[in-house]
């Protein structure tokens, strides 16, 4: 059965830094793009970035150069390491594989003083 299943979202304050991981079971990780994307509260789900099989990444204007998305191909993993974090980055946050269009079930992070 193809699962992702997200980990490592909490509290954090203004400017902190928290590292989500997505774990993928199955045959959907290997040479599948993969990306992470965050819904806030009332608002639309967004794009945040992505890493292909070959490890070019893209990311969305407003988390660049705060955000880093990488990948372990061995582990069947791809995090996300979130530094400066600010309140506007409030969201669920979803692991997704592109081929296949495969979605975790999100995890929150929560940035407030």
């Known amino acids: 059965q193809v699962q992702l299943v997200e980990s490592g979202g909490g509290l954090v304050q203004p400017g902190g830094s928290l590292r989500l991981s997505c774990a993928a079971s199955g045959s959907i990780f290997s040479a599948n793009a993969m990306g992470w994307h965050r819904q806030a509260p009332g608002k639309q789900r967004e794009w945040v970035a992505n890493i292909n099989s070959g490890g070019t990444v893209n990311y969305r204007d407003s988390v660049k150069g705060r955000f880093t998305i990488s990948r372990d191909n061995a582990q069947n993993t791809v995090d996300l390491q979130m530094n400066s974090l600010k309140p506007e980055d409030t969201a669920v946050y979803y692991c997704?594989?592109?081929?296949?269009?495969?979605w975790g079930k999100g995890t929150l992070v929560t940035v407030s003083s």
């Open positions: 997704h594989a592109y081929r296949g269009d495969y």
